[in-house]
């Protein structure tokens, strides 16, 4: 069954998470679009969060795949997505 999953990357432009996702066997299907071996990702600029006077930007990403590829694909994205100090 395919699923849906909607992730917020604070910190990780557009740009700089297509390509962890090309590093993760992902290809540019379209602006904006990728897709790998099971599963397909939709992004767009994350609505920037304040915090007092600090503004953060990022990506928000929305998969769609089997959930056990997708768990895959996380479990690797997620190393990518760690960010010292913060």
């Known amino acids: 069954m395919t699923v849906r999953v ?3 990357y604070y910190g990780v432009p ?3 998470m297509q390509e ?7 290809r540019a299907v379209g602006e904006n679009q ?4 099971g599963w ?3 992004l767009r600029a994350a609505k920037r969060r304040h915090i007092g006077s600090l503004s953060v930007g990022g990506a928000t990403v ?3 795949g089997e959930q056990a590829t997708l768990d895959a ?3 690797q ?3 990518k997505t760690l960010r010292g100090g913060g």
């Open 6 to 8: 909607e992730h917020d």
């Open 34 to 37: 990728m897709e790998g071996a």
């Open 77 to 79: 994205l997620h190393r």
């Open 73 to 75: 694909l996380f479990e």
């Open 62 to 64: 929305v998969f769609a």
């Open 40 to 42: 397909r990702a939709e």
């Open 20 to 26: 962890y996702l090309i590093q993760l066997g992902g």
């Open 14 to 16: 557009v740009w700089l």
